[in-house]
C-alpha cells in the first residue's frame, strides 16, 4: 500500500509539472485531472471477458454459472472500467462473443454488445472506451467492420496516423473527446497491412505488449513481456518499442479433466491492494519494471476487491473522480470468494458439465 501511495505522489507531481491547467467544466473518464493527459498516460481498469456472465438469463450457457464477471458490460462501464475484453467466433454464419465455444457459452452477437456499447457512450460523452477483441477465427477487417457499422458504432471510431508501427506520441483524452474519437478498438489479431477497409481496428501486438497470463499460483504473477513473441522475455525492448503495457491480472485454478477456471477462492486477494498476489502489488511492481504505470490492468470480476481504487491511485486521481457507480448486485467479497461457491461458481454437476462441453467441443 505504501508504494502505491508513493507512485500516486510521484505520478501527481511528475504531471502536474508539464500538463496544461485541469479541465473544470467537466470529468474525462471520471475525473478532470485527466483530460489533458494522453491516452498512453493514464491507466485504464479492463474488463476480462466482459460480457461473460456468471448468471444472466441473456446468455445461452450450457451449464450454470459460467464466466468472468458478475455484471454486464453497461454496468461495467458505469462504475469505471474503461477497457472491455471478449471473445468473436463464428457461429452459423454469425460472428458471436463465446467463450472458449459458442457450445459452451454464447453471449450473442458481436453487434448486439456493440450497440449496448454505443448507448453507454452515447450518454456519456465525455468518457474513452477501449475495446479489446480476441480474434478467434480470424475474422477478417470486413467482416468485424460489418458488426461495428451494424452497431452505428463506427463514428466514433479513432485511426491513429500510423497502423503499422506503435505511436510515440497519442491523443489526449481531451483530443479524442472533442475530435469524436473516443472508441480505441485493438483486435488479436488482425494484420494492419491488409487491412485496408477499417483502419480503426487496430492489430493489437502492434501497439500493445502484455505479460503471461495464465497462472494458477498467487506466488506466479510477472511482468515481464510475454507477447507479442518479438519481445517475449524482453520487457526494455517492448517499453522502448513504444507498446502500451497491457498488465493480465486474473488467477486460474484446475478444476479436474485439464479444465482451468477463474480461481473465485482467491478473488478478493487477487483484486486486493496488499499482500503476495494481489493487484496492488502488481500494479507497483510492473509499474517500478516499466518506469511508468501500465496502460491496462486486466481482471475478473472487477466490482470485487479494490479495483477502482487501485486505478484510481495510479492515475493520482483519488480527490478528484466523479461517476463511478458500483454495482449494487456484486456478489459478497468475503474469504469464500463470495455466493458463487466452487471455482466459476460451480457445484460438482456444474463442473462435471464443463468437462463434457469442452470435450464435446474437442471432439
Not at 117 to 129: A, C, E, Q, R, Y
Not at 284 to 295: E, I, T, V
Request: glycine share 8%; charged share 10%.
Amino acid at each position: 500500500m505504501r508504494s502505491l501511495i508513493l507512485l500516486s505522489l510521484v505520478a501527481q507531481a511528475a504531471f502536474g509539472a508539464v500538463l496544461a491547467p485541469r479541465n473544470t467544466s467537466y470529468a474525462c473518464n471520471n475525473s478532470p485531472d485527466l483530460c489533458s493527459r494522453s491516452y498512453s498516460n493514464i491507466t485504464q481498469l479492463g474488463a476480462h471477458d466482459s460480457p461473460f456472465l456468471t448468471s444472466t438469463s441473456s446468455e445461452t450457457i450450457s451449464f450454470t454459472n459460467a464466466g468472468n464477471q458478475n455484471v454486464n458490460s453497461t454496468a461495467q462501464l458505469t462504475a469505471g472500467v474503461r477497457l472491455l475484453t471478449a471473445q468473436v467466433h463464428s457461429n452459423n454464419g454469425s460472428w458471436h462473443l463465446c467463450h472458449t465455444s459458442c457450445s459452451l457459452l454464447d453471449a450473442g452477437t458481436l453487434s448486439a454488445w456493440l450497440s449496448e456499447i454505443k448507448t453507454w457512450m452515447d450518454n456519456n460523452p465525455h468518457d474513452v472506451v477501449t475495446i479489446l477483441l480476441v480474434n478467434s477465427d480470424n475474422a477478417s477487417a470486413a467482416d468485424l467492420n460489418s458488426e461495428f457499422e451494424a452497431a452505428n458504432i463506427t463514428s466514433y471510431a479513432y485511426t491513429p496516423p500510423s497502423t503499422t508501427t506503435a505511436l510515440t506520441t497519442w491523443p489526449t483524452l481531451q483530443e479524442l473527446i472533442s475530435n469524436s474519437t473516443r472508441l480505441v478498438t485493438f483486435v488479436a489479431s488482425m494484420n494492419p497491412s491488409s487491412n485496408t477497409v477499417a483502419p480503426y481496428l487496430l492489430d493489437e501486438f502492434t501497439f500493445v505488449f502484455e505479460n503471461p497470463y495464465n497462472v494458477t499460483s498467487l506466488s506466479n504473477f510477472s511482468c515481464v513481456a510475454d507477447r507479442p513473441r518479438i519481445v517475449q522475455g524482453q520487457t526494455t525492448t517492448a517499453i522502448s518499442s513504444g507498446r502500451l503495457p497491457l498488465v493480465n491480472h486474473f488467477l486460474y485454478e484446475n478444476v479436474g479433466f485439464g479444465i482451468d477456471a477463474p480461481d473465485t477462492g482467491n478473488i478478493t486477494t487477487t483484486n486486493g491492494k496488499t499482500g503476495t498476489g494481489s493487484l496492488g502489488q502488481a500494479a507497483s511492481d510492473c509499474s517500478a519494471l516499466y518506469g511508468k504505470a501500465p496502460a491496462f490492468l486486466l481482471v475478473d470480476f472487477f466490482d470485487e476487491g479494490s479495483t477502482i481504487s487501485i486505478v484510481n491511485s495510479l492515475n493520482g486521481v483519488e480527490a478528484s473522480t466523479t461517476g463511478q457507480t458500483r454495482p449494487s448486485t456484486t456478489a459478497t467479497s468475503d474469504a469464500g470468494g463470495g455466493n458463487r461457491g466452487g471455482p466459476l461458481g460451480l457445484g460438482s454437476g456444474s463442473i462435471l458439465g464443463l468437462a463434457l462441453a469442452m470435450i464435446a467441443c474437442l471432439v
